[in-house]
């Protein structure tokens, strides 16, 4: 029975890659960390809690996305090199 070819698992991802992510996700920390302060002064601070809590769990799927699917567009599957094995 002839065994499988072998391949090799390499991620090719670099910083570069995400750096916009990061700076996306950065920004909307920010505008919700304002958004927040500017409610603060209103009534009922619970609903400046409230808005930046909901920012957050509403951008965090959107976030993971597109981190998973830049690591997932940047997985290679090369054939290993051939070895010689021992008889």
């Known amino acids: 029975m002839e065994r499988p070819q072998p391949y090799?698992?390499?991620?090719?991802?670099?910083?570069?890659?995400?750096?916009a992510q990061i700076i996306v996700w950065?920004?909307?920390?920010?505008v919700s960390l304002a958004a927040g302060l500017a409610l603060m002064g209103a009534n009922n601070p619970i609903f400046a809690l409230?808005?930046?809590?909901?920012?957050?769990?509403?951008?965090l799927p959107?976030?993971?996305?597109?981190?998973?699917?830049?690591?997932?567009?940047?997985?290679?599957?090369?054939?290993?090199p051939n070895q010689e094995q021992p008889s």
Do not use: E, K, W
């Open 8 to 19: 090799q698992f390499r991620c090719t991802l670099t910083f570069g890659d995400i750096y």
């Open 62 to 80: 959107f976030l993971l996305f597109a981190f998973i699917t830049t690591l997932l567009n940047h997985i290679a599957l090369d054939p290993a």
């Open 50 to 59: 409230v808005v930046v809590g909901m920012i957050f769990v509403l951008s």
């Open 26 to 30: 950065l920004l909307v920390i920010f």
